[in-house]
C-alpha cells in the first residue's frame, strides 16, 4: 500500500498526484514523458490528515452501524446490521487528473470516449476526450477539466486504478459508512431531502463538476461528494451516491444500492479509491461543519468560528443577505432607500450616477427614470478566457451611456402589464415545478417574474416604454470597467446572491452585499435575464441564430462557474422555464 511517509517518489506520485501538483499538458494522447510538466496543486488532498492513511485519504473509525433505509425503495431494502473498519477512503472521486498518470503508465485502460462531439449522443458527455486531447469544442467546458471526477469508467477501469495506485476500491459497507456515520442519516449532509446547495446533481450544471465544488455536502468524516458528481463503484459491484443528472433526491440517498453490470459506463460513473488502515498517528478532525483547513474556496481563510472569511460573510455561516459588519452577521436594511448607505450595516443600498443621494436615500436630479440606474459610457474587456468556448475570445467593448432597471422585473410589475392589456399572462401552472412559479402567488408579488418567453419580455419593456439590453450592455452594466468575476468584486457569491436554493427565488434587491459598480442588483442569481442578442459565437458576430441569449445566473445554479458574469445561456426563443426572467434597458 502507499503510504504518506514513504519517500519513493513513484510511490507519491500516484494516489497523492494532487499533492505534487502534477498537470497534464493537454495536447495529445499522453505517450510520453514529455507530455507531462508541472503544474498549480489541485487544492484536494493537498493534506494528510492522518498518518495512518494514504495521501488525499480520510480515516474511518471501526464501527458497526445499521445498513439500508426501513420502508425505502427496494434497492435500499432490507436494513440490517454491517462492522467495518478502521479503514481509509478517498476525499474525494478520482479525477482526470489522477486517473490520466494510470493511463500515461499503462496500467489503466482509457474510458469511454466519442472520437468527435455528437450532439445526439447520450456519451458526448465522457470528458475523457476533451480532456486528452485539449478539444474546444466542450459546449460544458470549465476550463480543463482536470479537477473533475473521472468518468464513463466500468468497475474494470475502477479497479484497475486502485490496484495501480496499491489502494483498492470501498466495499458497500465501507462506503455507506464513510457517507452516513453511525447516527443513520439519509444524506452525507443529514436528514434534509434538499440537495440543491449540498451536492451537484438536477442537470446542475449539465455535467459533472470540480471534485469537492459543494463542501455543504461534506459527510461526517470529511468526505466530499458522496451525493452527487458521478455515482461510484465499490467492491460488490454496486453504484453508490447518484450523480449529476439525477432529478429524485431519493436516488442520492446512502443507502441507494444500484445493480448494474460490471462493464457498464456512462456520464455518471466514476469511483473513489479506499485503503486498510495501519497503525500510529492521530486523526486530525476535519471539521465537517463547513469549513476546511486546505478547502476553502478562494480567497477564504478558515478560522473557528468559520466567520468573515472575506469582506462579507459566508452563506454557511450568516443567513441569506446578511453581511459581515464589524465581525458580525448584519442583516442590511435598505428599506425605501435606493442610493446611499444602510443604516442597520453600513453598506452602499445603491448608486446615484448623475445624481443626487438625499439623507433620505433617494436619488434626485439624475438621468434615468425613477427604478433604474444611469451606466456611464465607457470600455471594458468582456468574456472570460479561461471560461466556456463560447466566452472566448475576449475583446474589448465599447459600450454608449444608458439607463437599467435596479431590479428585474417583479411578479406585480408584469402582472400591472397583463391587467393593461398589453402583456400575454405567463404560465401559472406547471405541475411538478408549479411551487416554483411565481406568477399569481400573493406572497411573491416582489420576486421576479420567472416563466417568461421572450415575446412576453419584449413586451414587458416595450409597455414600459423601455427595451431589452444587449449582452454587451448586460455584461457591461453587471462587471463594470474593471471587468471584474462578479458584480462585486472577485469573492464567490455565497451570501450576496440569490442562488443555491431549494425553496424558489427570493424577493428582488434584497441581496445588498451583490450591489453592482452601477448600482444594480440580482444581476447574478434570482431568475436569468433574456437579452436582445442573438446566440453568436465572439468570432462569427453578426449569425442569424434564432436562439437568444440569456445572462446572470439564477435561483437552481450552485457552483461558483456557472455563476460568474461572462457565462453565456442560448435559449430558445419559445418555451417557459422557471428561472427566466427580464430587466429593461433604456
Not at 507530455?35 to 495521501?55: A, K, N
Not at 486502485?162 to 476500491?169: F, G, P, S
Not at 437579452?531 to 436562439?547: E, F, I, K, V, W
Amino acid at each position: 500500500m502507499v503510504r504518506a511517509s514513504d519517500s519513493s517518489t513513484e510511490a507519491a506520485s500516484r494516489l497523492g498526484l494532487a499533492c505534487l501538483g502534477l498537470a497534464l499538458a493537454f495536447t495529445g494522447a499522453c505517450t510520453d514523458e514529455g507530455d507531462w510538466t508541472p503544474g498549480p496543486p489541485l487544492g484536494v488532498g493537498g493534506t494528510t490528515y492522518d498518518e495512518r492513511c494514504p495521501p488525499n485519504m480520510l480515516f474511518v473509525p471501526e464501527a458497526s452501524f445499521e445498513t439500508g433505509l426501513s420502508g425505502g425503495r427496494e434497492d435500499e431494502q432490507p436494513a440490517g446490521e454491517a462492522s467495518v473498519g478502521p479503514f481509509c477512503i478517498g476525499r474525494t472521486e478520482v479525477t482526470h487528473q489522477m486517473y490520466a498518470r494510470c493511463v500515461h503508465d499503462g496500467a489503466c485502460p482509457q474510458p469511454h470516449t466519442l472520437p468527435a462531439f455528437d450532439p445526439d449522443s447520450w456519451y458526448r458527455k465522457c470528458l475523457w476526450g476533451y480532456v486528452r486531447d485539449g478539444l474546444q469544442e466542450d459546449p460544458w467546458s470549465e476550463g480543463s477539466r482536470q479537477d473533475n471526477p473521472v468518468n464513463c469508467v466500468s468497475s474494470e477501469h475502477a479497479q484497475a486504478y486502485c490496484a495501480w495506485a496499491e489502494v483498492r476500491l470501498p466495499t458497500d459497507a465501507e462506503w455507506e459508512y464513510a457517507a452516513r456515520g453511525d447516527d443513520g442519516r439519509i444524506y452525507p449532509w443529514g436528514d434534509d431531502e434538499s440537495p440543491n446547495n449540498r451536492a451537484s446533481w438536477f442537470f446542475n450544471p449539465a455535467v459533472t463538476v470540480d471534485v469537492g465544488s459543494t463542501p455543504r455536502g461534506m459527510s461526517p468524516f470529511g468526505m466530499m461528494d458522496m451525493a452527487g458528481n458521478v455515482q461510484e463503484w465499490t467492491a460488490d459491484g454496486h453504484l453508490r451516491g447518484g450523480g449529476w443528472d439525477h432529478c429524485d433526491p431519493v436516488d442520492l440517498h446512502a443507502t441507494v444500492r444500484k445493480s448494474i453490470p460490471l462493464d457498464y459506463d456512462s456520464p455518471m460513473t466514476g469511483f473513489r479509491c479506499a485503503a486498510d488502515a495501519t497503525a500510529g498517528g492521530e486523526p486530525v478532525d476535519p471539521n465537517p461543519g463547513g469549513c476546511v483547513p486546505g478547502f476553502c474556496p478562494a480567497n477564504q481563510t478558515c478560522d473557528e468560528s468559520c466567520r468573515c472569511k472575506f469582506v462579507t460573510c459566508d452563506a454557511v455561516c450568516c443567513g441569506p443577505g446578511e453581511v459581515c459588519a464589524n465581525g458580525a452577521c448584519c442583516q442590511p436594511d435598505c428599506t425605501d432607500r435606493i442610493c446611499g448607505a444602510d443604516p442597520e450595516c453600513g453598506v452602499p443600498c445603491g448608486a446615484c450616477t448623475g445624481g443626487t443621494c438625499s439623507a433620505t436615500g433617494q436619488c434626485e436630479g439624475g438621468p434615468c427614470p425613477a427604478g433604474m440606474e444611469q451606466v456611464t459610457a465607457g470600455s471594458f474587456l468582456m468574456g472570460l478566457q479561461d471560461g466556456w468556448a463560447n466566452e472566448r475570445p475576449v475583446h474589448e467593448v465599447q459600450v454608449e451611456s444608458f439607463c437599467m432597471d435596479r431590479t428585474e422585473a417583479t411578479v406585480a410589475d408584469f402582472a400591472a402589464c397583463v391587467q393593461a392589456g398589453a402583456c400575454i399572462a405567463p404560465v401559472a401552472d406547471g405541475g411538478w415545478w408549479e411551487w416554483s412559479i411565481n406568477y399569481l402567488k400573493d406572497d411573491r408579488q416582489d420576486h421576479p417574474m420567472n416563466t417568461l418567453e421572450l415575446v412576453q419580455a419584449e413586451a414587458y419593456c416595450s409597455w414600459a416604454g423601455k427595451r431589452l439590453p444587449t449582452e454587451e450592455e448586460w455584461e457591461y452594466a453587471a462587471r463594470g470597467p474593471d471587468s471584474l468575476s462578479f458584480p462585486w468584486g472577485q469573492d464567490p457569491p455565497w451570501g450576496r446572491a440569490c442562488v443555491d436554493r431549494s425553496t424558489g427565488t427570493c424577493p428582488v434587491g434584497t441581496h445588498i452585499a451583490g450591489l453592482s459598480p452601477f448600482g444594480l442588483l440580482d444581476m447574478v442569481g434570482n431568475a436569468n435575464e433574456w437579452t436582445a442578442s442573438p446566440y453568436c459565437l465572439y468570432t462569427n458576430p453578426g449569425c442569424d441564430d434564432p436562439r437568444r441569449v440569456q445572462r446572470g445566473g439564477n435561483w437552481l445554479d450552485s457552483d461558483t462557474f456557472s455563476l460568474r458574469i461572462t457565462k453565456r445561456r442560448a435559449y430558445e426563443v419559445e418555451g417557459w422555464s422557471v428561472n427566466k426572467g427580464v430587466r429593461c434597458a433604456l
